[in-house]
């Protein structure tokens, strides 16, 4: 994808959230909020922004949005191969005092989630 359809206009991707994934982003920080959608907005233009990384054990095309915000930490997960769209799937601030791995509880989640969502827009 380039982003540019022939009027050299940008082309986006709809952007799609779980519901429960939109209700736990909501609580995050305003500030920290802009810069996950910023992020994803670049997402949507067929591009990667700096804090987004692919997630390692969940199949291609799901990312991580890594946002170091003040002293806390929050990940905003992300699949590019599910449908048109892209669709937001997880929020969550990490507490995990154990480095940078991600807890997994929260790779449970994912994974559940990335399940129900295929599901789901098989039916479609």
Known sequence: ?????????????PISWIKATRKDF???PEK????IL???EIAAAG??????????GLGSGVIEIAL???????RTIYALELGQDIWVIHA??????TGIKTPKPEIDKIRTRIKVLKEMLKDE
Do not use: C, V, W
């Open 1 to 13: 994808m380039n982003g540019d359809d022939q009027n050299g206009e940008q082309d986006f991707r």
């Open 26 to 28: 909501s609580k995050f």
């Open 32 to 35: 920290a909020r802009l810069q």
């Open 38 to 40: 910023n992020a994803l």
């Open 47 to 56: 591009r990667k922004a700096d804090i987004a990384k692919p997630m390692k």
């Open 68 to 74: 170091r915000y003040h002293t806390n930490a929050y």
């Open 92 to 97: 969550f601030q990490k507490k995990s005092k």
